[in-house]
């Protein structure tokens, strides 16, 4: 029989990771991405909530955050949503656990990596108007001869017209 996992252990894993590496408040991009992962294939609404309001699915497709309550609350929900009975099962939970601290998502592992936009030179710039100017100028000039086209058709309906008057 395999052996029975207890909250104790499960807190024990969250403690030994949280002394050696510290955790920092996660952001609203790391536990988007972060609940995504654990509950892969699942079609969640994530809420950020705010004040006494708890970490916990109001429903079985949306999850209300408290991101003050840090990962720890977030994975317990998600474990409880991965449970097929409605119970969170203790070792559903500790693979959630250890899962998210060996990918170190609790110091900011899942944060998007933002890259510095460079700055285009004078020469880009005045090169990209020069480019769209012209641009819309043969779009004019396409427009002018569609319209010539169309007021020599006009003038010969008229003359047609006119004929029988």
């Excluded at 977030?74 to 060996?102: D, F, H, N, Y």
């Excluded at 936009?117 to 779009?139: F, Q, T, W, Y």
């Amino acid at each position: 029989m395999p052996k029975k996992i207890t909250q104790a252990e499960i807190d024990h894993v969250w403690d030994t990771y949280e002394a050696f590496h510290g955790v920092t408040t996660p952001t609203k991009d790391e536990v988007t991405r972060g609940v995504k992962k654990l509950l892969r294939g699942k079609n969640i609404a994530i809420k950020f909530v705010t004040g006494r309001n708890t970490t916990r699915f109001i429903s079985m497709n949306q999850l209300n955050i408290n991101l003050t309550q840090g990962w720890r609350a977030i994975v317990t929900s998600c474990a409880w949503r991965l449970s097929p009975s409605g119970w969170v099962e203790p070792s559903a939970e500790l693979k959630l656990v250890k899962r998210v601290c060996q990918n170190d998502w609790l110091v900011g592992a899942l944060q998007p990596v933002v890259k510095p936009k460079e700055k285009p030179s004078k020469d880009e710039v005045r090169a990209g108007k020069i480019e769209r100017l012209e641009a819309r100028m043969l779009a004019w000039m396409k427009k002018q001869a569609r319209a010539d086209a169309a007021i020599v058709k006009i003038n010969r309906s008229l003359t047609a017209l006119r004929r029988y008057v």
